[in-house]
């Protein structure tokens, strides 16, 4: 049960109200952002709430089980602060989102009636839908490890312990020529091996993307050229000249470990568990079905 002021309670209580949306956003990147479908400029806690921004609300839809919790702003991306180009490139996922019921003749008078984060996020071309989602979303997150072949921890975390800063894990670079929206020729990075970045990670350090990372599905290195071209295409267009840091990569096979790393007493899979094939052997007239180890 909430507890809401004297004050507004009064005012809710008159049958005449003046009350607003407010939501007030908090981004990965910690840039706080407010917004109200009220006319006016609302402020409150240091935020200032931004008029006629395109949002609007559903329903507040809620329930007495643990089932998430969900509510919908939607609306056109008439705000200069929300851009196409920022929901493409991540920047609102997962943003901690506030939502508050304000009176806009005294924004002092207002109650906060949900805390959560921006889920789902569907857009089109001049319109977008946040979805809201409680705090119950972090319920239904899988904790544990998973028992699989290949190791479960990311590359240089406490549990790999691999020292990534060591110059033959770690390389500096520049585009050359961008060959399509996801892959460029790159300089600086020629003296390491064909495919020692793949599945690494790539940040660049100028241009547009600058502070972005992105994951590198390819690396290759022939007659001299290399060429890196990455699972995703960046948000903004990638030009020649623009720098950035990339990292080795790791398939999280036990081989990679050994061969690559010489981190095999780290690894944190299971290579051992009998596989698919296993499941399916069947009895054949050749042997190999007198107890011994496979």
Known sequence: MKAIDPVLQAHLDDGTTTLSWCWKI???????????????????????????????????????????DSQDAQGALTSDRITE?????????????????????????????????????????LAFVAEVRS??????????????????????????????????????????????????TASGISGFASGWFAFGYLEWASGPNSGRSAEVMMHELASGVVTITLLEAP?????????????????????????????IVNFRGF??????DTVIRYATADGGHEGAVL
Not at 42 to 64: K, M, Q, V, W, Y
Not at 156 to 181: F, K, M, Q, W
Not at 245 to 260: L, Q, Y
Request: proline share 4%.
């Open 26 to 68: 908090t981004r990965a990147d910690g840039e706080v952002l407010g917004f109200t479908d009220h006319d006016r400029v609302l402020s409150f806690d240091g935020t200032d709430c931004e008029p006629e921004s395109g949002l609007s609300a559903s329903e507040i839809r809620s329930g007495s089980d643990l089932a998430v």
């Open 85 to 125: 180009t920022d929901i493409l490139d991540g920047r609102w996922d997962n943003a901690l989102v506030e939502v508050w019921r304000v009176n806009w003749q005294v924004p002092g008078q207002r109650v906060l009636l949900r805390r959560g984060s921006i889920g789902e996020l569907r857009r089109g071309r």
């Open 135 to 184: 705090m119950a979303h972090v319920l239904g997150q899988t904790v544990g490890r998973v028992y699989q072949g290949t190791c479960d921890a990311a590359l240089g975390d406490e549990r790999c312990r691999l020292n990534l800063s060591d110059p033959a894990y770690t390389g500096t670079g520049a585009v050359v020529d961008p060959i399509h929206d996801r892959a460029f």
């Open 235 to 263: 948000v903004r267009p990638v030009a020649g000249g623009h720098a950035f840091n990339i990292r080795a990569g790791c398939d999280k096979r036990a081989e990679t470990c050994t061969a690559k790393f010489a981190n």
């Open 271 to 276: 290579p051992h568990i009998p596989g698919q």
